[in-house]
Antibody
Framework: QVQVVESGGGVVQPGRSLRLSCAAS????????MHWVRQAPGKGLECVAI????????YYGDPVKGRFTISRDNSKNTMYLQMNSLRAEDTAIYYC??????????WGQGTLVTVSS | QSALTQPRSVSGSPGQSVTISCTGT?????????VSWYQQCPGKAPKVIIF???RRPSGVPDRFSGSKSGNTASLTISGLQAEDEAHYYC??????????FGSGTEVTVL
């Protein structure tokens, strides 16, 4: 069965860095793009970053451009999100989301990132 | 990419029908028949209930239905039940593996 499991969240001071991981199983990871979606407390869903199946291209939402880097290791079926220069407004639950077609069929449980001094 | 526009909240009595609108542009909803809807209960991850505008995943009750006209998509919950109380988000494919979500709607069962 398909599973995506996030890890790496925690409390971090403004300006510091954090790296999130998403371990995937149950599907051919290397064939599909992968997404990070976040949700700030009491707010809606926001697509943060996308990576192409072979890692050749990436997309970032405007709020994180230049600060976050998405990557993947297809040999480990794992995706990463390196978050630098963190700000209070980056506080959110970060979800790894995947679907074989044009929607997100599977979501992880999310990992909470809190940026606070 | 700006968020799709949804009403902040809708409400209805048990058994009634409610419809949630999701308004986008000719670059998102109007360009693709790839609108999906997600139900999110408190403290839980979102769950897809409609994809490709009007298709339901296995296990989703048929009281949930979706449609689209022009740049606006809609989710209708017929025969509202207490367990349908949740937040609902629309989402549209916008090309290049990218998606945009709606602002979210809270459904209250009176």
């Amino acid at each position: 069965q398909v599973q995506v499991v996030e890890s790496g969240g925690g409390v971090v001071q403004p300006g510091r860095s954090l790296r999130l991981s998403c371990a995937a199983s149950g599907f051919t990871f290397s064939r599909y793009p992968m997404h990070w979606v976040r949700q700030a407390p009491g707010k809606g869903l926001e697509c943060v970053a996308i990576i192409w199946p072979d890692g050749s291209n990436e997309y970032y939402g405007d709020p994180v451009k230049g600060r976050f880097t998405i990557s993947r290791d297809n040999s480990k079926n794992t995706m990463y999100l390196q978050m630098n220069s963190l700000r209070a407004e980056d506080t959110a639950i970060y979800y790894c989301a995947w679907g074989p077609l044009f929607y997100f069929e599977y979501w992880g449980q999310g990992t909470l990132v809190t940026v606070s001094s | 990419q700006s968020a799709l526009t949804q009403p902040r909240s809708v409400s209805g009595s048990p058994g009634q029908s409610v419809t949630i609108s999701c308004t986008g542009t000719s670059s998102d909803i109007g360009a693709y028949n790839y609108v999906s809807w997600y139900q999110q209960c408190p403290g839980k991850a979102p769950k897809v209930i409609i994809f490709d505008v009007s298709r339901r995943p296995s296990g989703v009750p048929d009281r949930f239905s979706g449609s689209k006209s022009g740049n606006t998509a809609s989710l209708t919950i017929s025969g509202l039940q207490a367990e349908d109380e949740a937040h609902y988000y629309c989402c549209s494919f916008v090309g290049g593996f990218n998606f945009v979500f709606g602002s979210g709607t809270e459904v209250t069962v009176l």
